[in-house]
């Protein structure tokens, strides 16, 4: 079983030292009921978005309306995503 918040710590370091700034994590539904279930965070199906969670170093979790994703994400990229896409 994948671990989210070793993954996501992870890539916030490899983001860092390529001198990119993570701002958000984006979490697609069944990641999220993953996460939800190994961080004991409360599930709530309005206001879950958008909500900084310190399980995720502290950044920004989004929920996106996919299947499965889980992708640390900068600034530009989730101003992007956001543009074109549902975030629950």
């Not at 889980?70 to 992007?80: C, G, K």
């Amino acid at each position: 079983m994948q671990n989210i918040e070793h993954d996501v710590k992870a890539k916030i370091e490899q983001m860092q030292q390529a001198g990119q700034t993570p701002i958000a994590v984006m979490l697609g539904h069944e990641d999220w009921l993953v996460f939800s279930e190994q961080s004991k965070v409360a599930y709530t199906p309005f206001g879950s978005a958008r909500r900084y969670q310190p399980a995720l170093g502290g950044l920004l979790m989004v929920r996106i309306d996919e299947m499965q994703a889980v992708r640390v994400v900068t600034q530009a990229e989730l101003d992007e995503f956001a543009a074109t896409n549902q975030i629950l």
